[in-house]
């Protein structure tokens, strides 16, 4: 399972997530403590946002903690919202059109989960991408894929709802074509404006999510693991939740998917 960590709040140097604190994401990638593998070795990847609509992006297949590179741009940037993530491959080879974050006009995504079934099921859900979205796939993992199902039903919108559908889609899908479904989902996507993640599984094993304040006052990070040893300065983000993070603070909601999409889908089909 992979490993990520992403910021909202006065601008920050992104080394404080990433290379600076005890348990930093690049820590993480040699020794995570809270999930099933400890390394997260199959390459890793920035996005953060400045003074354009679109966010900058580096990402590459070494592992994070054998790269000065990362270590010196996270040293040098400073953005006032970016997310990090170090991959352990489930879907997709090691190559950089698979590492983490993925990125379409202003909107940035990373994921930590798995879609159970992803070959057998990954034509249908490619087949309900319009031409736009379908040449924005340059890699070959579930987690791509289901990005830009989200954005299909409208993520610019109305984020957590597109994203609720994609999943829900993705569910009725597995079950329809393989007669079991699981979706293990904690993700954080952005607009540039507000960051938004969703922690959520078919099953009772969602992927881990913690929140913690961090930098100025109104600053908070949301993470794999928490950072450091100090559980006062953590909080645990339930299962079946989604998280929002915008002008007025951090803001935690219920989330549960819609199989609206794949019933839809289904009439037309008839």
Not at 23 to 32: F, G, T, Y
Not at 92 to 100: I, S
Not at 102 to 123: A, E, K, T, Y
Not at 240 to 262: H, K, W, Y
Request: glycine content about 8%; charged content about 25%; some cysteine.
């Amino acid at each position: 399972m992979c490993r990520w960590a992403a910021y909202r709040g006065e601008p920050l140097f992104i080394e404080e997530l990433v290379s600076s604190p005890a348990h930093s994401l690049i820590e993480q990638s040699v020794c995570a403590t809270r999930a099933k593998t400890s390394t997260n070795a199959d390459g890793f990847g920035l996005a953060w946002y400045g003074d354009r609509a679109e966010p900058g992006r580096f990402r590459d297949v070494l592992p994070a903690w054998s790269d000065c590179n990362l270590k010196s741009i996270a040293r040098q940037i400073r953005s006032r919202l970016f997310l990090a993530h170090v991959r352990a491959a489930t879907h997709g080879a090691t190559r950089r059109d698979n590492c983490h974050p993925f990125v379409l006009g202003p909107w940035s995504f990373m994921h930590n989960g798995q879609i159970d079934h992803f070959d057998r099921i990954r034509r249908s859900m490619e087949a309900m991408l319009d031409d736009t979205h379908f040449n924005a796939r340059h890699g070959t993992t579930d987690s791509e894929l289901l990005f830009l199902l989200a954005m299909q039903f409208g993520m610019a919108e109305r984020p957590l709802a597109a994203m609720a559908e994609a999943i829900g889609f993705v569910e009725g899908l597995s079950r329809h074509m393989t007669g079991e479904a699981r979706v293990r989902f904690t993700a954080a996507f952005s607009d540039g404006a507000t960051l938004y993640a969703v922690r959520y599984s078919t099953d009772e094993f969602a992927p881990t999510l913690y929140a913690g304040p961090m930098g100025a006052e109104g600053g908070y990070c949301l993470v794999s693991e928490p950072l450091d040893d100090n559980s006062e300065s953590w909080v645990e983000v339930p299962a079946g939740s989604a998280v929002i993070l915008g002008e007025d603070g951090l803001n935690i909601a219920g989330f549960t998917p819609d199989q609206g999409r794949l019933e839809t889908r289904e009439r037309e089909m008839a």
